[in-house]
């Protein structure tokens, strides 16, 4: 769970940023409400009594009410803010508060942070950082890479070649975004984002060879910082006697983060091109979001000749 000290680092290393009030919050986890743990971006917005726990956003309207309506109504306000566990507030564009206000807010511990940026644009990176640090996430193993302006996880068991072909699809002039770890974070309800850890950014290890910065070696293009998640192509070596289904009737799903992502297995042997495969599986993947299923069309060219055999 991400902390007030983690979301202030963020947004000070983008923009103006200052803490005024209840520093000592700052190791303190940022509590989402039960609306907002799956869409972060509900903990953010403008002031909204009915909606108390989030990160208010004060510009000049909200300014403007509080000055209105008067001092006891402005601490009955913010005593029923801390109590329904508002997460505190950002007061933008360098305005100033009601001294009255200020005392109610150090009374009640509440978090308030301020800078000089619009409440639009405040809006906009702060719902942005939040969900950086709250979205579900996880780390996997396997090859991301950007092939045909699709995300594909080449995963399989250590040793198989996921590396070798994923310095191959280099060569062929698609991306690489990341090498043995992949940090996988959901950006949206249907949209998963894959990335390097920092440590092993632009980085590809091949066995026998060692490390080799793909950044370096093939330049900027051959890397990417991040691409969403389409499609996972697990390698696997089948054993001999082992059948594999040639024609499935139904796509195959995997689940990354609570999400079906498409998964199409690749078998691994001997005089193969598997570079040459992965790129008809991303052709294929892309010709199936655009509603054109190859298996589905041959199926029913099979029944109408099998109905005009039998005379139907």
Same mark, same amino acid.
């Given at each position: 769970m991400a902390t007030y000290q983690q979301l202030f680092t963020l947004c000070k290393r983008k923009f103006d940023f200052n803490w005024l009030y209840g520093q000592? *919050?700052?190791?303190?986890?940022?509590? !989402?409400?039960?609306?907002?743990v799956n869409y972060p971006t509900l903990a953010v917005?403008?002031?909204? /009594?009915? *909606?108390?726990?989030?990160? *208010?956003?004060?510009?000049?309207?909200? /300014?403007?009410?509080?000055?209105? /309506?008067?001092?006891e109504s402005r601490k009955s306000l913010i005593a029923k803010l801390a109590s329904d566990k508002s997460l505190g507030f950002v007061l933008c564009a360098n305005l100033?508060?009601?001294?009255?206000?200020v005392q109610a807010l150090i009374e009640h511990d509440l978090v308030v942070f301020s800078t000089s940026e619009t409440p639009e644009r405040v809006l906009t990176l702060v719902?942005?950082?939040?969900?950086?640090? !709250?979205? +579900?996430?996880?780390?996997?193993h396997g090859v991301f890479m950007d092939v045909f302006g699709m995300?594909?996880? !080449?995963? =399989?068991?250590?040793?198989? %070649? @996921?590396?070798?072909l994923g310095l191959e699809l280099v060569t062929r002039g *698609?991306?690489?975004?990341?090498?043995?770890?992949?940090?996988?974070?959901?950006?949206?309800?249907?949209?998963?984002? =894959?990335?390097a850890p920092a440590l092993l950014a632009n980085l590809l290890e091949v066995r026998g060879i060692g490390l080799l910065d793909i950044k370096t070696i093939f330049g900027e293009t051959a890397v990417r910082r991040k691409m969403r998640l389409n499609l996972?192509?697990? !390698? @696997?070596?089948?054993?001999?006697?082992?059948?594999?289904?040639?024609? +499935?009737?139904?796509?195959?799903?995997?689940?990354?983060? %609570?999400?079906? /992502?498409? @998964?199409?297995?690749? +078998?691994? %042997?001997?005089?193969?091109?598997?570079?040459v495969l992965v790129e008809a599986a991303v052709r294929s993947a892309i010709l199936q979001l655009r509603g054109i299923n190859?298996?589905?069309?041959?199926?029913?060219?099979?029944?109408?000749?099998?109905?005009?055999e039998d005379g139907l």
């Amino acid at each position: 769970m991400a902390t007030y000290q983690q979301l202030f680092t963020l947004c000070k290393r983008k923009f103006d940023f200052n803490w005024l009030y209840g520093q000592s *919050h700052a190791g303190d986890s940022i509590e !989402l409400s039960p609306n907002a743990v799956n869409y972060p971006t509900l903990a953010v917005g403008f002031l909204n /009594i009915i *909606h108390p726990d989030r990160l *208010h956003i004060l510009g000049p309207a909200e /300014i403007a009410f509080f000055d209105q /309506i008067g001092s006891e109504s402005r601490k009955s306000l913010i005593a029923k803010l801390a109590s329904d566990k508002s997460l505190g507030f950002v007061l933008c564009a360098n305005l100033s508060l009601q001294p009255d206000m200020v005392q109610a807010l150090i009374e009640h511990d509440l978090v308030v942070f301020s800078t000089s940026e619009t409440p639009e644009r405040v809006l906009t990176l702060v719902r942005q950082y939040i969900v950086r640090l !709250l979205a +579900p996430s996880c780390s996997m193993h396997g090859v991301f890479m950007d092939v045909f302006g699709m995300g594909i996880l !080449l995963s =399989g068991q250590s040793g198989i %070649g @996921k590396s070798e072909l994923g310095l191959e699809l280099v060569t062929r002039g *698609h991306g690489l975004v990341a090498d043995d770890v992949v940090d996988f974070i959901q950006r949206a309800p249907d949209w998963v984002e =894959g990335s390097a850890p920092a440590l092993l950014a632009n980085l590809l290890e091949v066995r026998g060879i060692g490390l080799l910065d793909i950044k370096t070696i093939f330049g900027e293009t051959a890397v990417r910082r991040k691409m969403r998640l389409n499609l996972v192509a697990e !390698l @696997k070596q089948f054993d001999q006697g082992e059948l594999m289904e040639r024609l +499935p009737e139904t796509e195959l799903f995997t689940e990354v983060l %609570g999400q079906p /992502i498409r @998964k199409m297995i690749i +078998p691994v %042997g001997g005089g193969r091109n598997l570079a040459v495969l992965v790129e008809a599986a991303v052709r294929s993947a892309i010709l199936q979001l655009r509603g054109i299923n190859t298996i589905e069309e041959f199926f029913q060219r099979q029944r109408k000749l099998m109905m005009a055999e039998d005379g139907l």
